[in-house]
């Protein structure tokens, strides 16, 4: 029988009334076709990004199931076919496979494609991190399914020559209101920056609060689009940081991550211990964990 790692009761418990709060609201929002943006995926950050599926799932040719199904050919699969893995009544009456948009979908907010799932993940907000995980996972086989063609109309401009992406219909509707969007695509700021901004929009231009949802969709989108650079929650940069970033945050905060001063075999102990004792997927590829190791022993390091 499996048992929940102790280390992420804490992240599940929040994953889940924060799937519970979203519902409603992510039911609602109209995402852009996936499709235009996956000529130009990046599969090896998407594979990067995979690193927090692993938590649950495997994806390897024959493997059996753990705490979710095998990923391996889950594109163009049937959906809820995986043998050997009970699925929740709403993800089996999604119906039809998991082709590309049916992915994009169902990654951006589980639990508002199958309430009640057993897949408590709040989703994948970001539309290039999404395309470039959903490009990992089209190679996951040994024939991958063929890219999507893309309508001639699905390229052309729109919303004032906003890139596509979600989050673009809040940010025009509610930004193009009062001002021209030169006024802020002109711009280049990090997430906090773009934040305090809305809420000095608020505070003293009279604009309207937005949604808490809606709040972070622009969010993301500003972030994404007209960032400065993608906020790693307080990550500093290096190689090794995005295989810490995702590898981590599937059941920690990163805030304990940054607190900590450990040398390299601290760290390396630390890394054995997370497998043995609290149920974190071993690291297998040897390059990966020497890059996570290499990133920890540099930027916190006790010396």
Aim: charged fraction near 20%; hydrophobic fraction near 40%; aromatic fraction near 10%.
């Amino acid at each position: 029988m499996f048992t929940l790692p102790r280390s992420c009761w804490r992240a599940v418990s929040l994953l889940l009334v924060g799937s519970l709060l979203h519902t409603f609201a992510a039911a609602e929002t109209a995402l852009d076709p996936i499709s235009p943006r996956l000529a130009g995926a990046d599969p090896s950050r998407g594979e990067k990004i995979f690193l927090q599926c692993k938590a649950c799932h495997v994806a390897e040719e024959g493997a059996p199931v753990t705490v979710g199904p095998n990923l391996w050919g889950v594109v163009n699969r049937p959906v809820g076919s995986q043998q050997g893995f009970e699925y929740s009544d709403s993800l089996k009456a999604i119906g039809g496979r998991w082709d590309y948009e049916t992915l994009s979908r169902y990654l951006f907010e589980p639990a508002a494609m199958a309430p009640g799932g057993r897949m408590l993940f709040d989703g994948v907000k970001s539309a290039r991190e999404r395309a470039d995980l959903i490009a990992y996972l089209r190679t996951l086989a040994h024939e991958p399914v063929a890219l999507p063609e893309v309508p001639a109309d699905a390229l052309g401009p729109a919303y004032g020559g906003l890139p596509a992406g979600d989050g673009r219909e809040a940010v025009y509707f509610t930004c193009r209101a009062c001002h021209a969007l030169e006024q802020f695509t002109d711009h280049t700021l990090s997430r906090d920056e773009w934040d305090a901004l809305l809420d000095e929009m608020v505070s003293d231009n009279g604009m309207a609060q937005p949604e808490p949802w809606a709040r972070s969709l622009m969010l993301d989108y500003l972030t994404v689009n007209f960032g400065a650079e993608q906020d790693w929650q307080g990550l500093p940069p290096g190689p090794g940081r995005e295989e810490v970033f995702y590898t981590c945050k599937a059941c920690h905060s990163l805030m304990l991550v940054t607190q900590q001063g450990m040398n390299r075999a601290r760290w390396d102990d630390t890394l054995e211990w997370m497998v043995e004792e609290q149920g974190m997927d071993p690291i297998d590829d040897v390059a990966t964990r020497d890059l996570i190791l290499d990133y920890l022993s540099t930027h916190f390091n006790s010396g």
